[in-house]
């Protein structure tokens, strides 16, 4: 039977997951919602929960786990020793988890997992990390541990094999491993989407698929916002495969990533390809040889400018971080539109410190640039689109822009009913603000009736 833009194509609780250790003060170690009273287990201290009910569930598995982590308290291991540490319970109970569908497309376990072994063989980072992982578990575990070739084993699915848990808003909250929907492959232009409620992941389609077994059905599992080379090189780095999608193959929106202002008409842009800057499509123009060096020098600048940025950000000065990227912004705003992938990354930076700095006017600015090139960049249903609008509509509703706040909160509404579903708690934050605009609206009129 197809499915239809928004459906469902299945949900699954993960096998095995973990939270960040930078959530685990604000977040349930089992369900992994967010709670401001969480209790820490009572023997090992390191893991959190919302209520009985979620230790319960989460004890099939901590009850071994509780006892390793006292071994080595007050360390606490790093999220990878964590994941690998339950995985290894679990295959030390026989316990290979079941698929989350009764289609037999969908039917696998654990032990069906691909590994690329020969490819982590290698791989001198990973190998590395297996290397301290292991040392990790002989701490832990100690002369219980399942043989080295098993553990090997577990630790190549692991790395091939993981999805972010994410929140509502897709920030990262920890880690886990999911049977059937591991079966997905991956496409720079997806027809499907993942989010999370709690620990749950839901797929959900982006189009019509009119059957949608696990070999017509494509999630990208890296954001797209970015250069063809750039994802290439990350998907082969984390999972040891090259995308062959359309998007990647015709490279038509890396000439858009690469783009520089026309210096002539100062209307257009001159896209870039391999063999260097194209004639603007406004004017005709080609780039000027004397403009080419400075145009070099600029795009130096802000790659540089790009990594002291994203340096500052670990420093969580928003105020420094704002007047960086304002600064950075000015100084190369003459030769590089929002459409550069440079350029874009830079102005996501701004929007999140012009946020925490509640600077609401400069962070409307940096959404009113970033729309048009997140829905070029992005498929037309993308969450991050459809997030991008929540912020400017919330942005123009604290700003008293009630009119504009409609049409972004409107437009996010239409784009979270499918991403993530009616019943998440996203969607009815989108609907309470929606209704808020209207309110707010219906009493301007009233008073300016009056």
Known sequence: MATHLGDVIMSAKPYVHTLSQSNRTVNCSSCVKSCDALKKCSKCGVLKYCSVSCQREDWTVHKEECSYLQRVSPNIPVDSVMLMLRLIIKHKQRDFGKPDSSNDTWNRNFADFKTHKKEIQQDPER????????????????????????????????????????????????????ISPSLIDHSCEPNAVVTFTGKTLYLRALE???????????????????????????????YYFTCVCTRCSDGEKDKKMRSVKCQ????????????????????????NSTDL???????????????????????????????????????????????????????????????????????????????????LYYPHQSPQIGLLLMKQGKIQLFLKL????????????????????????????????LEQCMEEMRMTLEFSNS
């Open 208 to 238: 019509e698929i009119k059957d949608p077994n696990p070999e017509n059905i494509r999630i990208s599992y890296i954001d797209q916002l970015a250069l063809t080379s750039d994802r290439q090189d990350q998907l082969y780095k984390q």
């Open 127 to 178: 190998m590395s990390q297996f290397s301290q992982i292991m040392f990790t578990l002989q701490k832990l575990v100690g002369n219980s541990l399942p043989p080295a070739t098993e553990i090997f084993d577990i630790f190549c699915k692991m790395a091939v094999n993981s999805f972010t848990i994410c929140d509502g808003e897709l920030n990262p909250v920890g880690v886990g491993i999911f």
């Open 402 to 433: 009630s009119k504009e706040a409609l049409t972004s909160l409107q437009q996010s509404g239409e784009i979270i009913q499918i991403t993530h579903g009616r019943d998440h708690p996203l969607y009815r934050d989108s609907q309470d603000l």
């Open 293 to 375: 060096p400075r145009i070099n020098k600029y795009e130096n600048y802000i790659c540089r400018s790009l990594e002291s940025l994203k340096l500052e950000k670990k420093f969580q000065d928003a105020a420094k971080l704002l007047q960086s990227c304002i600064d950075c912004q000015q100084k190369q705003k003459d030769y590089f539109s929002s459409y550069n992938i440079h350029c874009l990354q830079i102005l996501d930076l701004g929007l999140d410190a012009s946020i925490d700095c509640e600077n609401w006017s400069q962070a409307l600015s940096y959404t009113s640039l970033l729309i048009a090139p997140y829905r």
């Open 264 to 287: 002539n008409c100062c209307l257009g842009n001159l896209e870039k390809d391999e063999d260097g800057f194209l004639p603007c499509k406004e004017c005709g123009c080609s780039l």
